[in-house]
């Protein structure tokens, strides 16, 4: 039998946390190009989605062959249950039966909607977990970032839920680990764990040469995170700075449009739509991106990396990206201050977009990557 003819036969449920269009978050980005290139290869890909809030895209079903919607029970008798918030609220008996009907293997994304691995009704399928973080990590962190104290607790204890409920991940025939990080934190307590990194939008490197005229920070400016990273560079890296300082992004918090109006060369763009954004990354002369989280891996990276010029983040930000030579470290204040100083005055060259696409090509190249998954399924 043929390659293509095992593809025509080649059926693969995927479950996603949420509707993964349009893709423009972090998560969804993964799950949605994954499941395109997917079906581009030939597989029939039948998309199960929970939704709370999201529309229901015509785009899905043109691109899949069968699409599902099921409702996310976000009641607060959730939180009160033994198992993480972000398993329970999506568990559907009306998505099971809706599996049964066949025995296609089952790509669930993120451990939000592992609690498939404990169904009786699914013993003996081919049963796969796309690790998009290490949670419990991931909300310690949210956690020591959230200043309100009810948030704070929420995520605290649900991080307690997610590392005693991870054990349900040796049900798992595989884990599909995001980054060489969580790969190796995977390995040591489970089996079958395969590195597939994340899959993205990009083709090419649109990177410019040459200087731009501004540093640029961007990304989602209602998030503790974000808001933290924000308010250490107007506070400790671009205070008593001449350099133009642009910070773009979803729904800036209050303290953010505080800050920013105080500071002549800062602005602050709110809610750019994606061709703006996509213009001010290629146009600006450092994208920077820090985090105190080193879990998965930051997508915004990829965009940087592939659309802008010079990238400068802190260690934590790439993770086990395997991106080190394209980046330009710093991780303090003093640090930060002095590399964009050095940067300011630089072309970004042809040489270093060669690297880009030689770096790039190799490790995010979602062709090689959903072929390394076709692999695994079949």
């Known amino acids: 039998m043929t390659f293509t003819a095992i593809m ?25 190009y994954k499941a395109k290139f997917l079906a581009e290869k030939g597989v029939k890909v039948h998309l199960h989605c929970f939704e709370y809030g999201r529309k229901h895209p015509k785009t ?38 809706v599996l049964m009907m066949d025995d296609y293997p089952i790509l669930m994304e993120g451990l939000h909607t592992s609690a498939l691995l404990n169904n009786e009704r699914l013993a003996g399928r081919k049963l796969l977990v796309r690790a998009h973080n290490i949670e419990h990590e991931y909300y310690e962190h949210l956690a020591k970032a959230e200043p ?69 920070y961007h990304g989602n400016l209602s998030v503790a995170e974000n808001i933290n990273a924000v308010n250490f560079l107007l506070e400790n890296v671009f205070n008593h700075s001449d350099i133009p300082f642009i910070v773009a992004g979803l729904n800036p918090a209050k303290q953010i449009k505080s800050l920013t109006n105080k500071m002549e060369n800062v602005q602050l763009i709110a809610n750019p739509d994606d061709q703006h954004l996509q213009d001010l990354i290629e146009n600006a002369h450092i994208n920077i991106s820090i985090t105190a989280q080193k879990t998965g891996l930051k997508l915004k990276l990829l965009n940087n990396l592939y659309n802008g010029r010079f990238c400068l983040v802190n260690d934590k930000m790439l993770s086990g990206s395997q991106l080190d ?10 640090t930060l201050k002095r590399k964009i100083k050095n940067l300011i ?34």
């Open 325 to 334: 030579e394209l980046c330009v470290i710093a991780n303090n204040e003093v």
């Open 148 to 216: 309100d104290l009810f948030k704070r607790y929420y995520y605290s204890n649900e991080a307690s839920k997610l590392k005693r409920y991870e054990k349900v991940l040796h049900k798992a025939d595989y884990i599909l680990a995001i980054s060489e990080n969580d790969k190796n934190y995977f390995a040591k307590h489970y089996d079958h764990v395969e590195l597939i990194p994340a899959f993205h939008p990009f083709k090419e490197i649109h990177s410019q040469t040459g200087r731009g005229k501004y540093v640029l």
């Open 345 to 378: 005055k630089k072309e970004f060259t042809v040489d270093s977009i060669r690297m880009r696409e030689q770096i790039l090509g190799k490790m995010y190249n979602n062709g090689q990557n959903v072929d390394h998954l076709i692999k695994l399924l079949t």
């Open 60 to 97: 899905l079903e043109k691109l899949f062959f069968k699409v599902h919607f099921y409702e996310r029970d976000i009641s607060k008798k959730q939180v009160f249950k033994s198992i993480p918030y972000v398993v329970s609220s999506r568990i559907s008996e009306k998505m099971v039966d």
């Open 8 to 32: 025509s036969d080649l059926h693969l449920h995927i479950v996603s946390f949420d509707i993964p269009y349009p893709a423009n978050y972090g998560g969804v980005i993964d799950v949605f």
